[in-house]
């Protein structure tokens, strides 16, 4: 690993409204990270090296006690992530995971923990996970869909020039679920008080045949399918391009029993 460029450290704040059949249920989680830059990745230097540290995440509200269960032992599983050392292309997608190893080390712990705990009700986790570990490009998208990681690439590469644009792209589902929206994102990008601000929103790209229905309805069995999508966001960074803050919006629809609002706020600390 190279010598360390910068370090930035931050609070991510998470509130999210669900609804999901007869489920409706409210939460917030806090937690704090370090990103640390490297530089540029020796050998493929058109690739930038960061470590990204989590340190802790907690729950502090919530309705439902079976989200308390659910949130703690999703976080039990997600502390085999904790450091992340990434290689980031310059439109924003993770290239490579260095530190795998390390991953699946953690993991093998873990692993192991769970089956003297309760093999019964781990095995679907440990088959998953183990599918998962075994497959890096779909391990490496599921690291960028993280609220953190999704924050940070989200508008990665929008162009600092007092411009407005739109591009079309796909964004994975906040729900779990897997597929992935067909979006029109719009970047607005203006120089405000010595910050690069950037204002996005995505709207659901109606005209695209790519929304994959089928897995939508074999995943949740809902045959009756609205499908909405709508992300409001603004990135504050500084001219060194370090981001300062992030605050994103996300409302998305399968139907009326399927929906659910988040609002992530990152902010510096």
């Known amino acids: 690993m190279e010598n360390k460029v910068s370090e930035n450290r931050y609070k991510l704040t998470v509130r ?20 640390s830059y490297f530089g540029y990745h020796g050998p493929r230097p058109e690739l930038k090296e960061y470590m990204l540290e989590e340190h802790e995440v907690k729950l502090t509200e919530y309705h439902d006690p079976n989200t308390f269960q659910i949130i703690q032992y999703v976080n039990k599983i997600a502390c085999i992530y904790n450091r992340q050392h990434v290689c980031v292309s310059g439109s924003g997608d993770i290239k490579g995971l260095l530190n795998l190893p390390e991953i699946k080390t953690k993991w093998d712990t873990l692993k192991k923990e769970l089956m003297q705990t309760n093999p019964i009700a781990a095995f679907e986790v440990i088959r998953h996970k183990d599918r998962e570990l075994a497959n890096p490009p779909d391990l490496i998208d599921n690291l960028a869909n993280s609220h953190f990681m999704h924050l940070f690439l989200y508008s990665y590469n929008a162009t600092a020039d007092n411009v407005t644009y739109t591009e079309s792209r796909k964004s994975r589902d906040r729900m779990g679920i897997g597929f992935l929206f067909p979006v029109n994102v719009t970047y607005t990008t203006e120089l405000t008080d010595g910050k690069y601000v950037t204002t996005t929103e995505s709207v659901l790209n109606e005209k695209s045949n790519e929304l994959d229905k089928k897995l939508i309805t074999q995943v949740t069995g809902e045959k ?3 499908v909405k999508h709508y992300t409001k966001a603004t990135f504050e960074r500084d001219v060194q391009g370090n981001l300062l803050s992030a605050h994103m919006q996300v409302f998305e629809q399968l139907n009326n029993d399927y929906k659910t609002d988040l609002y992530l706020d990152l902010e510096s600390i």
């Open 16 to 35: 999210g409204n669900a609804k999901m059949l007869k489920m409706v249920d409210s939460f917030a989680t806090t937690g704090e990270y370090t990103l």
């Open 224 to 226: 009756e399918l609205d």
